[in-house]
């Protein structure tokens, strides 16, 4: 199974700054029939299910602010947010769905310093 | 609208039996692959089950591999998690969800709003 490590497992971060997560998978998650790297982006807010930011590691869903990006390839990926806003308050996990099980990293806990 | 909407949770004994379910509406649910995703309280995300837009085939964590089985109707859009040899451990929210459309097969752009499931004596 392929393994995913984000760090640090909480941020804080002023208001107006950048945050920065990491995530790495243990075997590369860059396909080579479409050269597209199969890793996914989520946010979750507490009470709430999990909500898809970025797919195939730097597209942005429909919707999500382009505050939010990704980028990374093989097996090193980050999600940055700029300009942090008090909406983005929240825990966000990475996703490798190369192959089944397609595991899910263990959060970041963002907040507000 | 385009939803989810996950039942059939609730208290059930370690060793007993539980089936969930999940109810499709607004997009045409048989031309996507859908999987479920458990949360243990206070715990991250961890994927568990997905069945490809036929119901041809079929995918397990090793976690609940043997005890899990994973199935759809597509013809009442539902999809459905027949849990047996329930464990404590299998304590969670157990969230539907389905692939995002162009993003690969277990990218989930759609998810329900979750079912709980609490494995005690």
């Known amino acids: 199974d392929i393994v995913m490590t984000q760090s640090p497992d909480s941020l804080a971060v002023s208001l107006g700054e950048r945050a920065t997560i990491n995530c790495k998978s243990s075997q590369s998650v860059l396909h080579s029939s479409n050269n597209n790297n199969y890793l996914a982006w989520y946010q979750q807010k507490p009470g709430q299910p999990p909500k898809l930011l970025i797919y195939?590691?730097?597209t942005r869903e429909s919707g999500v602010p382009d505050r939010f990006s990704g980028s990374g390839s093989g097996t090193d990926f980050t999600l940055t947010i700029d300009s942090l806003q008090a909406e983005d308050v929240a825990v966000y996990y990475c996703?490798?769905?190369?192959?089944?099980?397609?595991?899910f990293g263990q959060g970041t806990k963002l907040e507000i310093k | 609208e385009v939803q989810l909407v996950e039942s059939g949770g609730g208290l059930e004994q370690p060793g007993g039996s539980l089936r969930v379910s999940c109810v499709a509406s607004g997009f045409s649910f048989s031309s996507y692959a859908m999987s479920w995703v458990r949360q243990a309280p206070g715990k991250g995300l961890e994927w568990v089950s997905a069945?490809?837009?036929?119901?041809?085939?079929?995918y397990y964590a090793d976690s609940v591999r043997g005890r899990f089985a994973i199935s759809r109707d597509n013809s009442k859009n539902t999809l459905f998690l027949q849990m047996n040899s329930l464990r404590a451990d299998d304590t969670a929210v157990y969230y539907c969800?389905?692939?995002?459309?162009?993003?690969?097969?277990?990218?989930?752009?759609?998810w329900g709003q979750g079912t709980m499931v609490t494995v005690s004596s």
């Open positions: 195939w590691a730097s």
């Open positions: 069945i490809v837009d036929t119901g041809g085939n079929t």
């Open positions: 969800a389905r692939e995002k459309a162009g993003g690969g097969f277990g990218a989930f752009g759609l």
């Open positions: 996703q490798q769905h190369y192959s089944p099980p397609n595991t």
